[in-house]
């Protein structure tokens, strides 16, 4: 598998997480927390994402930022897989939520901070897009901040899948953008001949 799939592989798993996460699937919870598995995964495989664009000084802040936002989400992922582990026991999600809450060292980076490194690291890797690739550039940076607004301020499902589908719509473009440049290159060379 070439690192442009598993990118895209990321992108398609990342998806279908916030397809569970805001409700437009059926809540599949058993065997396994299927959306938890998917965010974790698709995660994981968005890694991919820090060896397919150009190498320069914004590439490199741009790989440590996501690389820290992927360690984040296998953070929160276990985090919530334990509290799935609990099923319909509500005292004990709400005492780990407590307890999570109360305990800083494990609350901002790996619940509020360190999940958003992954889209802030993303979309600092648009940048390097911006002047030549300017939709696609600004599709992933606000949908990036987009996740994060519906998330922690509107709390909004859709709204978070929406900002998911153009975040990763944006990343997808900017993925496949040599080959759009070389074909529209082609079409250039066969209309002057």
Request: proline share 3%.
């Amino acid at each position: 598998m070439t690192t442009k799939q598993l990118c895209l592989l990321g992108l398609l798993f990342f998806l279908i997480s916030y397809l569970f996460f805001s409700k437009v699937l059926p809540d599949f919870q058993i065997p396994i927390d299927f959306a938890h598995w998917f965010n974790l995964i698709g995660a994981c495989f968005l890694l991919s994402f820090n060896d397919v664009f150009p190498k320069n000084k914004l590439n490199f802040i741009a790989s440590i930022v996501t690389a820290l936002g992927v360690i984040a989400h296998i953070g929160l992922c276990t985090i919530d897989f334990i509290m799935w582990s609990f099923g319909n026991n509500e005292a004990a999600k709400e005492a780990l939520s407590s307890q999570i809450s109360n305990t800083p060292s494990i609350l901002y980076p790996f619940v509020i901070i360190g999940p958003s490194l992954l889209f802030i690291g993303l979309a600092i890797h648009a940048l390097n897009f911006f002047k030549t690739n300017t939709i696609s550039a600004a599709m992933v940076i606000v949908g990036a901040v987009s996740i994060g607004f519906s998330f922690f301020i509107l709390k909004n499902g859709i709204y978070m899948l929406l900002s998911c589908v153009f975040f990763v719509v944006g990343l997808g473009l900017l993925l496949y953008r040599t080959e759009i440049e070389k074909g529209d290159t082609k079409q250039k060379e066969f209309t002057k001949l």
